[in-house]
């Protein structure tokens, strides 16, 4: 990168643990070049014990603002000052900004599923859809699916059911959305359902990085030709699950642009600037490929 760092630079950052399968520095740290603008992206690894230190921390030393990540998506609500309304119905933030010591929460994850799911709408708008996983992650594509696409059911599948369950009590409750079905991730009990769904959604990290063998199934049946099949994955951009998916004629649908839309509304945030979305995206591409 050739900013130049010095007192008067911003700090942007990553929570998590761990991190090292990330793309949000290089993301950012593109973006910030190409709209020259005075601030860094720094990744930090942030086990949950130090994660109340990491926040007083960040008010001490001026950070701008962080993305969080897995482990921490739903634990960092007690911190917050202020909540957006999406992130108070999902029960987890994805980015914080600091004004002067007061911290605001917001998920952006929203951003990304509906960017990257809008060229769809008119397929999946009122179909059954399939949600694997019962994190933050996985609220995030429920409160988007049920605010923007309308579904006539959701099956909701977790390798647990009991937090499925849970899962489904929850968004009864925040956005009176009743047509649920909860499954246990079992995948020869599975395929009927799969293929039923007009969309399919991997929000787990079954697949990624270092674990690029794993799959939520490998029944190839599962999948039809014409459904959307979306995994949350970014690292490795094309999963065992995609792969099995699209050689069935199925569309196939990375973690990637999510991961650069979602940036993109935290981008703005922080900075009051518009991220160059298609130039970070081609910036992206290449990074990976090298």
Same mark, same amino acid.
């Given at each position: 990168?050739?900013?130049?760092?010095?007192?008067?630079?911003?700090?942007?950052?990553?929570?998590?643990?761990?991190?090292?399968?990330?793309?949000?520095?290089?993301?950012?740290n593109v973006a910030i070049?190409?709209?020259?603008?005075?601030?860094?992206?720094?990744?930090?690894?942030?086990?949950?014990?130090?994660?109340?230190?990491?926040?007083?921390?960040?008010?001490?030393?001026?950070?701008?603002?962080?993305?969080?990540?897995?482990?921490?998506?739903?634990?960092?609500?007690?911190?917050?000052?202020?909540?957006?309304?999406?992130?108070?119905?999902?029960?987890?933030?994805?980015?914080?900004?600091?004004?002067?010591?007061?911290?605001?929460?917001?998920?952006?994850?929203?951003?990304?599923?509906?960017?990257?799911?809008?060229?769809?709408?008119?397929?999946?708008?009122?179909?059954?859809?399939?949600?694997?996983?019962a994190g933050g992650a996985?609220?995030?594509?429920?409160?988007?699916?049920?605010?923007?696409?309308?579904?006539?059911?959701?099956?909701?599948?977790?390798?647990?059911?009991?937090?499925?369950?849970? $899962?489904?009590?929850?968004?009864?409750?925040?956005?009176?959305?009743?047509?649920?079905?909860?499954?246990?991730?079992?995948?020869?009990?599975?395929?009927?359902?799969?293929?039923?769904?007009?969309?399919?959604?991997?929000?787990?990290?079954?697949?990624?990085?270092?674990?690029?063998?794993?799959?939520?199934?490998? $029944?190839?049946?599962?999948?039809?030709?014409?459904?959307?099949?979306?995994? $949350?994955?970014?690292?490795?951009?094309?999963?065992?699950?995609?792969?099995?998916?699209?050689?069935?004629?199925?569309?196939?649908?990375?973690? $990637?642009?999510?991961?650069?839309?979602?940036?993109?509304?935290?981008?703005?945030?922080?900075?009051?600037?518009?991220?160059?979305?298609?130039?970070?995206?081609?910036?992206?591409?290449?990074?990976?490929?090298?």
């Amino acid at each position: 990168m050739k900013n130049t760092i010095h007192v008067n630079t911003k700090i942007l950052g990553l929570i998590g643990h761990p991190l090292k399968h990330s793309y949000s520095p290089f993301i950012h740290n593109v973006a910030i070049e190409l709209k020259g603008i005075d601030y860094i992206y720094l990744p930090f690894d942030i086990p949950s014990s130090n994660l109340k230190n990491a926040f007083r921390g960040m008010i001490s030393l001026g950070i701008r603002g962080f993305n969080v990540t897995i482990p921490h998506k739903e634990n960092i609500l007690q911190y917050m000052n202020n909540v957006s309304e999406e992130s108070s119905i999902i029960g987890a933030i994805n980015t914080v900004v600091n004004d002067l010591g007061k911290l605001s929460g917001y998920n952006t994850d929203v951003n990304g599923i509906l960017e990257t799911l809008n060229p769809y709408k008119e397929e999946i708008f009122g179909n059954e859809i399939s949600v694997i996983g019962a994190g933050g992650a996985a609220r995030a594509v429920i409160y988007t699916l049920i605010r923007y696409f309308k579904p006539s059911k959701i099956y909701l599948i977790n390798r647990t059911e009991q937090r499925a369950d849970a $899962l489904k009590n929850y968004f009864q409750d925040k956005m009176k959305f009743n047509s649920f079905k909860t499954k246990e991730l079992f995948p020869p009990d599975l395929v009927d359902i799969f293929k039923n769904s007009k969309l399919v959604v991997n929000a787990t990290s079954v697949g990624m990085f270092p674990d690029v063998d794993d799959s939520i199934t490998e $029944l190839a049946n599962s999948f039809t030709k014409g459904q959307i099949v979306f995994d $949350l994955v970014y690292n490795p951009v094309q999963t065992n699950l995609l792969n099995l998916a699209a050689s069935n004629g199925a569309i196939a649908l990375s973690g $990637l642009k999510m991961l650069v839309y979602q940036a993109a509304k935290s981008f703005e945030l922080w900075t009051g600037e518009a991220m160059p979305v298609e130039q970070v995206y081609r910036s992206l591409q290449l990074f990976i490929k090298a």
